[in-house]
């Protein structure tokens, strides 16, 4: 794996790094995605003669040096309470850097003017979300991560399915959920799992609540799993009772023929808003457009919600093995709603069109 | 609750909004002590005329209307994607706000930038740290809020040792307490919650791995509930099998007289680095004090980390009603230790000393 963080950096160096400039990387994801791991309070420094990354002291126990290439050096700070990113600009003064390229949609103003004091000499510019965008067309390695990811998650669901579910709590279910993650591999919750029963089905990122699942609810599960880093993302919704009521056939209907169609919209060369606009246009025709969330999907990666964003103002098309959500839903204040969401790699039209990850069935299950 | 809440904004403006001058809180923690809750992305704005909670714009549902005082305005921003801290920055200055003050610990270069760039006129200055000291001392109903926080605590770490530990991985039993602890009332877990077996028990901070517990081990549990955003902690040291060796009775006394001593030192008038010594010269003395923790303990509320620090370098007194953690630890690598850490309040020896949140037994169980 290290050879694949040391080519990462230096893709990065040649876009910013050049000459005297030095690059400052402190966005956990971003540190994790070019070090191959990011310890708590790392920062990782593209310097003009290597690259460093420093850690906090640890109090006990060993940093873990057999992430660490053989052309990554690791720095762990002296004293307890060092900042990582102030001792990097130090570093980067010595190595004789004239400037230094840090994160500013990350560094907090108080930080930014540590590092300013400490490092005088050293000219502050904005990196800017370089590395987000070099994160966005993912390797086979990360696609694989994703792949497994999602497989755990569909198996996490499909064991709860199997359950009784009327009776149970949001938050139990929630938690249950979490937990067979983790028993079929998971390093945890790729984001904090979102189970919604009756009236609260269908909001977006619905926090699970102690309301108890009852006879006729319509249930909305979304989770992910973390595998290795990698977040996937997999919602579906069902109905409580052997037969839906008839506003719920419509509405899921309704939902999952705007969730096809964000699918199916899916290309290379395809831009971002029209993917979003495929969905949205199915729902804002049937009279819900003033409800929708902002984005019908987004990108995944080693961050839940990353680059890019599927919505009417995103500026963008996408490429191929870019990873996405495709997840619309719309939320009936007071009845409850629907929301089907998948994560599927975006392929070319002659590799058979965009890869579906998460494979649970869409069709309306009555439990 | 909402008096509560006007009161604290009072207090801050008397000492930090006065004239023109305008306040805008940014961080979730302080933006819920001052307003009675943080919806996600949320700014608190003290400006000249009124307070205003400025919220980004809800998908769906409606935002937590009930909660806002009548002396709070309530605004939800028009679009998605719109940052309320640039929002909150417009109204100042049309309010006629001539400063503002910004928390410039958590406010991100970029977003300082961007507010900056929305109000030209407005001066921006550091607000500091200024609502984190407020909420140092804990009146009456948080106090309370992090006792039924600590029982919670106690009850889901009594039921697991009630179980069969051996052969479960660190994971599962991470899992399986937060899942009580949620049973019992919990919102959720305070803090990731820590297991720690055989070679990796007395490491602070942990995190649960596949590691299984074994017989002749040493587990460490480190725990808390967070309820109603009260986070409280409970840290406590096993040994697995019938009788422990003779290092370990002897470094779990010698961690159990450490930790007790840091107990002992909580006072009114104690500065804070006394009770980091208090503790820390006992293992310091019996020669662990290179491996130590930069803290020994440190505030809770909120935060699960939050001020005091009870560390060496730490500058400062306690007061009555503040609730603190005592929690030193010992890790030998390759074999692993012991962490004892409680939850306190700070109380007057006229009133008994310090309160014991946290009440499982510190007595080396064997399990």
């Not at 590395?131 to 198996?155: M, P, S, T, Y």
């Not at 139990?172 to 993650?181: D, G, I, S």
């Not at 619905?206 to 009852?214: G, I, K, M, N, Y």
């Not at 007071?334 to 089907?340: A, E, F, K, L, S």
Request: charged share 25%.
């Amino acid at each position: 794996m290290s050879e694949v963080h040391a080519a990462r950096r230096s893709q990065l160096r040649d876009r910013c790094a050049v000459g005297r400039a030095a690059v400052l990387v402190s966005h956990p994801a971003n540190v994790r995605y070019l070090a191959g791991g990011a310890p708590r309070g790392a920062t990782l420094l593209l310097g003009p003669a290597e690259d460093v990354l420093l850690c906090p002291a640890a109090p006990s126990g060993d940093p873990a040096e057999g992430r660490i290439g053989e052309d990554l050096r690791l720095l762990v700070l002296p004293a307890p309470g060092d900042d990582s990113v102030v001792a990097a600009g130090g570093l980067a003064a010595a190595a004789g850097a004239e400037t230094l390229a840090v994160e500013e949609h990350h560094l907090t103003v108080a930080r930014h003017r540590a590092l300013g004091a400490a490092a005088p000499r050293l000219r502050l510019s904005d990196l800017g979300c370089a590395v987000e965008q070099q994160r966005l067309i993912k390797d086979d390695e990360e696609i694989a991560c994703l792949r497994i990811g999602a497989e755990i998650a569909d198996q996490a669901l499909g064991e709860l399915l199997e359950s009784i579910l009327v009776g149970r709590t949001e938050r139990h279910l929630a938690l249950e959920l979490e937990r067979r993650l983790v028993d079929h591999g998971a390093d945890g919750p790729a984001f904090p799992t979102s189970v919604a029963a009756g009236p609260h089905s269908g909001a977006h990122g619905h926090l699970p609540t102690d309301r108890r699942v009852e006879e006729g609810d319509f249930l909305c599960v979304c989770l992910g799993a973390n595998y290795r880093g990698y977040r996937c993302e997999l919602g579906r919704t069902f109905v409580i009772g052997s037969t839906p009521a008839t506003w719920q056939i419509e509405l899921y209907d309704l939902v999952f023929a705007a969730q096809r169609a964000g699918r199916e919209a899916l290309a290379p060369g395809a831009a971002y808003r029209d993917v979003d606009r495929a969905a949205r246009q199915i729902l804002d025709a049937a009279g819900y457009g003033d409800q929708l969330a902002p984005f019908t999907g987004h990108g995944v990666g080693l961050e839940n919600d990353e680059d890019p964003q599927l919505s009417p103002g995103a500026m963008g098309k996408l490429d191929a093995c870019v990873p996405v959500t495709v997840g619309p839903g719309v939320h009936l204040p007071g009845r409850g709603g629907v929301r089907i969401d998948d994560t599927l790699v975006v392929r070319p039209e002659a590799d058979g069109g965009p890869e579906l990850l998460t494979i649970t069935t869409k069709e309306l299950l009555a439990l």
